[in-house]
């Protein structure tokens, strides 16, 4: 007796008579699969005796359907025999894998063959949830268009009427077939309607991220992108026709109206800004219908709300906006942070899966319901998931009672996202078949084709802008894909030099997801420093200490496993360690840094991590950011408190920038780094400080010799304080050290001869505090109490008995001490304008503050100045711009502009001194300052000279004010001008962080999308 799965197998066969390959085999099933390695094709030559095979079994399906009466069948089955041996010819062709030559042919089907096999075919689409309605799908025929202009026009006048003012009629455009060569017809657009996508600096993306590369093919045949760019601008519809160049034209006002997704409960939802399209209109599908291929034949119908609620929406490699829903709905991080186990969370990643996935979940069902009820509202034929799913088991299972058969269904595609609380998903294994007709890819990517065509075609790429009721075509000239020019071995942009992006190198080893988490946050933070660092991120079995350059930090975070070793993720590498370290022979000079997941409860506590920073130091490695880090998971679920300390110190490491005042500590392996700081240092002499009168608070503007060195515009200077000869005399004093010159007795051979006098002035903090004080009680065994508050060198001249102590004891008190830091500077000048080699730079005094309060006020006109210029410019592509430029600034932020400002003046103040008139190329600056009033001299003159010089089209004081009025305000009412300016020109925004971040939420509310994202690499900030 046969089983119930055999004879409805027999029975698909009997009814079905072409089957096509679901690339299923007894040894390997492909079920799991969202795209079958070799699914049905169009677009490529087929044998003769599968084209007839196909031709006269889809003949016949039409007479088992009643199309056909037994005399009409007949008939037309000698006249398609007939046609294809008229049609024969030879081409090149795959058969089973191997390219050989053969006979193929084609014919030419009627409308009412076409309307039938169109239908047939999407019945049996297995990935479609929506075959029931297959009988209402209507045929626009279209094959008598030939050119690519010929199909942009004809496809958005048809799909404006399927449109239907939303009541939508699912409808096939079918252009003409393949022949039996070439491509045949395509569309480069996936979908009538696509959002685009945009690669920002930062690696971000604005848009649709699936549209990215899309995106970038149709800039290249001439589209230009709106500005500002948002999130949700449409791309244009592109066509291409056999031996054609492509044409393209916007998406007309009839069908580019979005659908605004709100909810009906939820006010906060409005401010989340979604939207949507209002139908699918898959392009790049075509149908293979009877050995016939249409490869350009667009559908349009409905959505089903989970298409967009659940997936475009909410995919995190979509649009991503579920963790915004969720805060919509009332997440608020900071009410976690109130338990002391998620004090230093950042985020809801940063959480366990099980609370993201309550939040998350809740989202996804809010979201879906508000996409339906949008649509509604919009009056735009949409299904709700539960509809669709009812409407296709009821479907399937009328199918299976009248056939003896189930239809074929992909479960991968067929069941709702949403689960098991919608029925389709209970239904098990549906047969795994595919007849013919059918829908499917092209075989050819539509964009590579056009690259190969173009230097044979010599038709233009074309546009289509509808005027009034007529079409006028206008010839584009392609974008060559290329953004900068090769001169050497630096890259120009606009003839201004551009500094290369250097490399970051994430290795990360998780046993479960914390130091993933961990390691993806470290690569964000990396990505949005400014300069734009290049980041490689893998897993730590993929690590080549030979690939790493010594000039590229290596930073990696690991997590230990219950018995102490690395997890699979990095047990290879930990597996090699031994032989790497023989072959590394202390040769790779590699900087690196380790934080290290483990849980205190566990004896192995952080062994791997540990096991790693040996292995490193033993290969040559240079430890950077205090070398190794440890997390502890016991004391946080997730280790953010120790994580952020780390990154701290890797920031600075990465760019230099030193701790904002803050000390940090000594050992050997600081002092060796410190040292290899300090040779990138170079001595200038302070010539003059202003204003005299100093106060909490008050800007000091010094005006320092750099000794010849250049610099350019809005570019930084990192300054190193340093201790006064008379506090090294009295340190050197206090630890019983008569001789200056004595060397300092490091135990690292790496570190140079150094003695304590250089040490004492240039390398350790006489100013900061002492790190733990744990040599206390080896120097006072017998628990003698001492005053140890206040700085290193009080506290050294606190206890007099330190005079006597032991060369290894006052080594240990040398190793507490914390090591001077740099402080990052904005230059206030053009050297262009002050001189070669001269540098002013705005300085806010803090009362107590390392370099701005004590150091400032130990030196005087004349004494060295240690510097170092950093060589990372936020604002460097400003100063060559050739646009409109929006600045806004408080306090010393104004330096960067200041600069700007002198170097325009001094290039207006030449062109004059020689008879020249000078025009700028780039339009006057609009500046928005804020500052306190004791201040404004240092912003008024050069401010008054710009405006005499008609630099300066808006110009907004903004000093304080009783009714703290603040520079963002008048930012807010001059919306109008803003906007107008930054169409095509770019903000710079400088100051203290909540005016930053204040001013891009404001900008943002005023162009309606997110300003940083929108506006690219023409919004640049920077936070002092």
């Not at 075959?131 to 268009?145: A, P």
């Not at 496809?155 to 699912?170: L, S, Y």
């Not at 690395?566 to 040769?587: H, I, K, L, S, V």
């Not at 998971?633 to 997730?638: D, F, G, Q, R």
Request: proline content about 6%.
């Amino acid at each position: 007796m046969q089983s119930t799965q055999v004879c409805e197998f027999q029975t698909i066969i009997k009814n079905n008579p072409v089957l096509a390959s679901t690339g299923c085999t007894p040894q390997f099933c492909q079920a799991g699969r969202l795209i079958h390695s070799d699914e049905p094709r169009v677009g490529e030559s087929r044998p003769l005796e599968v084209v007839k095979q196909e031709a006269l079994g889809f003949l016949w399906q039409l007479r088992q359907e009643g199309v056909y009466t037994e005399d009409q069948y007949t008939a037309r089955h000698l006249e398609v025999l007939k046609a294809l041996k008229e049609s024969e010819v030879l081409e090149p062709m795959m058969v089973d894998g191997v390219k050989t030559v053969g006979k193929t042919a084609t014919w030419t089907q009627t409308s009412e063959e076409l309307l039938h096999g169109i239908r047939i075919a999407w019945k049996n689409s297995r990935k479609c949830i929506m075959r029931s309605h297959y009988k209402e799908l209507d045929l626009c025929d279209l094959r008598h268009i030939t050119t690519s202009v010929g199909m942009v026009k004809t496809v958005i006048e048809e799909a404006i009427k399927a449109f239907n003012q939303g009541q939508i009629r699912p409808t096939v455009f079918a252009f003409p077939p393949r022949s039996t060569s070439g491509t045949g017809p395509m569309f480069l657009s996936k979908q009538l309607l696509n959002f685009a996508g945009y690669q920002q600096d930062d690696g971000s993306i604005l848009g649709d991220p699936s549209n990215v590369e899309l995106t970038q093919d149709i800039i290249e045949l001439g589209w230009a992108p709106p500005e500002p760019r948002s999130q949700w601008d449409l791309l244009p519809i592109v066509a291409m026709a056999e031996n054609d160049a492509p044409a393209w034209a916007d998406v007309p006002v009839e069908l580019r109206d979005l659908v605004e997704i709100r909810h009906p409960r939820l006010e906060t939802f409005q401010k989340l800004g979604l939207k949507w399209y209002q139908f699918p209109a898959l392009s790049r599908l075509g149908f293979d219908i009877g050995g016939v291929q249409y490869t350009a034949a667009p559908f349009i119908g409905w959505y089903m709300d989970a298409e967009i609620g659940v997936r475009n929406l909410a995919d995190s490699f979509r649009y991503n906006t579920l963790p915004d829903v969720a805060k919509a709905l009332g997440f608020d991080i900071e009410n976690y942070k109130k338990n002391p186990e998620y004090a230093e969370i950042e985020a809801m990643e940063d959480l366990p899966d099980y609370e993201q996935l309550v939040w998350l979940s809740r989202a996804q069902a809010e979201l879906n319901y508000a996409v339906r009820w949008s649509f509604l509202q919009k009056g735009v034929s949409c299904i709700g998931t539960l509809a669709a799913s009812s409407d296709w088991t009821r479907f399937d299972d009328e199918h299976a009672s009248k056939h003896g058969y189930r239809l074929n269904s992909d479960p991968y595609w067929i069941a709702p996202p949403q689960g098991s609380i919608v029925p389709v998903w209970h239904r098990g294994g549906a047969p795994n078949y595919q007849p013919k007709p059918l829908i499917a890819r092209h075989r050819l990517d539509p964009v590579k084709s056009w690259r190969r065509r173009r230097n044979v075609i010599k038709a233009p790429v074309t546009r289509l802008v509808k005027v009034g009721e007529d079409w006028v075509t206008k010839h584009i000239t392609p974008v060559q894909n290329s953004s900068c020019i090769e001169n050497g071995t630096k890259s120009l942009t606009n003839g201004v030099p551009t500094i290369p992006k250097k490399n970051v190198h994430i290795y990360y080893s998780s046993t479960g997801t914390s130091a993933l988490k961990l390691a993806e946050k470290l690569r964000r933070r990396v990505k949005e420093l400014s300069g734009g660092f290049q980041v490689d991120f893998n897993i730590l079995n993929l690590l080549d200490l030979r690939k790493i350059k010594p000039s590229d930090p290596l930073l990696m975070v690991v997590s230990t496993t219950g018995d102490g070793r690395f997890p699979a993720n990095g047990a290879e590498f930990e597996a090699a360690m031994n032989d790497r370290a023989t072959e590394c022979n202390g040769a790779h000079a590699v900087k690196y840094s380790i934080f290290g997941v483990g849980d205190s409860a566990y004896p192995t506590f952080n062994a791997a991590s540990v096991k790693l920073h040996e292995f490193m130091k033993a290969a040559g490695g240079i430890p950077i950011a205090k070398g190794l880090t440890k997390g502890n998971t016991a004391v946080e679920a997730l280790p953010m408190k120790a994580f952020n300390r780390w990154w701290s110190f890797v920031k600075d490491s990465l760019t230099g920038e030193g701790a904002n005042e803050v000390a940090t500590e000594s050992t050997e392996d600081h002092c060796y780094e410190h040292h290899r700081m300090l040779a990138g240092f170079n001595t200038g002499r302070l010539l003059s400080k202003s204003p005299s009168e100093t106060g909490e608070g008050r800007i000091v503007m010094i005006t320092m010799d750099l000794g010849g060195m250049d610099y350019i515009e809005m570019s930084h200077l990192r300054l190193l304080p340093y201790n006064t000869p008379e506090q090294v005399s009295r340190a050197l004093s206090a630890l019983g050290v008569s001789n200056a010159s004595q060397h300092v007795p490091f135990t690292d051979p790496m570190m140079p001869n150094l003695s304590y006098g250089e040490f004492f002035q240039h390398y350790v903090d006489l100013e900061g505090r002492f790190k733990d004080l744990a040599w206390l009680p080896e120097a006072f065994p017998a628990g003698d109490r001492w005053d140890t508050n206040g700085t290193v060198l009080e506290v050294l001249e606190h206890l007099p008995a330190l005079q006597q102590i032991t060369g290894d004891l006052r080594m240990k008190v040398c190793l507490d001490m914390p090591l001077l830091r740099p402080r990052s500077f904005s230059v206030a000048s053009s050297a262009r304008y002050v001189g070669t080699g001269i540098v002013e730079i705005m300085i806010r005094l803090h009362k107590g503050g390392r370099f701005s309060d004590k150091f400032l006020s130990a030196i005087a006109p004349g004494d060295s100045i240690r510097y170092a210029p950093v060589t990372i410019v936020p604002g460097q592509d400003l100063i060559s711009s050739q646009k409109h430029l929006i600045a806004i600034c408080t306090g010393t932020g104004f330096a960067p502009v200041r600069s700007l400002l002198q170097q325009k003046i001094q290039v207006l103040k030449e062109a004059k001194s020689q008879g020249k008139e000078f025009v700028f190329q780039s339009p006057p600056i609009s500046i928005f300052v804020g500052f306190k009033t004791h201040d404004e001299a240092l912003f008024e003159e050069t401010l008054a000279t710009a405006e005499r010089y008609g630099l300066i089209d808006m110009l907004f004081r903004v000093p304080s004010n009783k009714q703290k009025k603040r520079v963002q305000h008048y930012v807010e009412d001059n919306k109008e001008s803003v906007l107008t300016k930054i169409r095509d020109g770019s903000i710079y925004v400088c100051g203290a962080k909540a005016m930053v971040n204040d001013m891009a939420a404001k900008l943002s509310d005023m162009i309606g999308g997110d300003v940083r994202q929108s506006l690219g690499r023409r919004y640049v900030e920077e936070i002092f």
